[in-house]
């Protein structure tokens, strides 16, 4: 569903991604895990399309970014660390909004639209102005308007900043929902238990590089002796801030 070739993201001397190469397949809830300015939202903000490499090449479901960007995107659901939402329109107006921008048709629009509103506990809520929505109210219509097109691929930066237990489970069954159907779901998170929990396989990145990936077994083999993914995810860092000290020396 996702490959990189060596793509990599440079501000004039400063290298923020190193070149990255990635695998991930469809059916399955992927981690992507790491520090702050590790550079996981610089390769989601890639990955999404929303920011271009400076070097090297992505296919979305096959499709070449490069080559056809549209038909790369239109195969995507995308949610920021920071969603946007017109704040004057109705949770059904933002939904139709969303629906034309991707080609939907009206009535498709509303009955997707109404089937994920009720889903999400906003169904009653449909014609009232967003800007009266609580935080928790406005991350499930941005999850709703980001499922609308049913997208084969899902990336996700940090989508339980906020959410009640309850609606953060939801949004967790949501995402194994999505890969149990085939589709593919790209999460980065601080929250390594929700990592733990939901998802097939992980990346670890640091400093811009990889610093791991696999399952969680497989990465835990990195880390001898650690209970739980907090302590891999500790033990590895610490790994790679070592190994990052002798390249900075030599």
């Not at 399309?49 to 195969?75: F, N």
């Not at 639209?113 to 449909?126: A, I, P, Q, S, T």
């Not at 209970?227 to 002798?246: K, Q």
Request: with cysteine.
């Amino acid at each position: 569903m996702i490959r990189t070739e060596g793509i990599e993201k440079r501000y004039q001397s400063f290298q923020a991604l190193h070149p990255l190469d990635l695998h991930v397949k469809a059916g399955e809830v992927f981690g992507f895990l790491g520090p702050n300015g590790a550079g996981k939202t610089t390769t989601i903000r890639i990955l999404s399309g929303v920011l271009p490499p400076t070097g090297g090449r992505l296919w979305i479901d096959g499709v070449d970014m490069a080559v056809d960007p549209v038909g790369a995107k239109a195969r995507t659901g995308y949610i920021p660390d920071r969603p946007y939402l017109y704040e004057k329109l109705t949770a059904r107006e933002m939904l139709q909004f969303v629906g034309g921008l991707y080609g939907l048709d009206d009535a498709f629009i509303k009955r997707r639209g109404d089937e994920l509103l009720d889903f999400h506990g906003l169904l009653e809520f449909g014609d009232e102005l967003v800007e009266g929505f609580s935080h928790g109210m406005k991350q499930r219509l941005t999850l709703s308007t980001a499922l609308l097109h049913e997208p084969e691929l899902l990336i996700v930066d940090e989508p339980m900043v906020g959410l009640d237990p309850r609606g953060a489970k939801q949004i967790k069954s949501v995402f194994r929902e999505q890969a149990d159907a085939g589709r593919t779901v790209f999460l980065s998170t601080h929250s390594l238990d929700v990592a733990q929990e939901v998802c097939d396989r992980l990346a670890i990145i640091h400093r811009g590089r990889i610093a791991a990936q696999g399952t969680y077994e497989e990465i835990k083999q990195r880390a001898e002796g650690a209970a739980d993914l907090e302590a891999v995810f500790l033990a590895i860092l610490e790994d790679e801030e070592e190994a990052a000290r002798n390249r900075e020396a030599s």
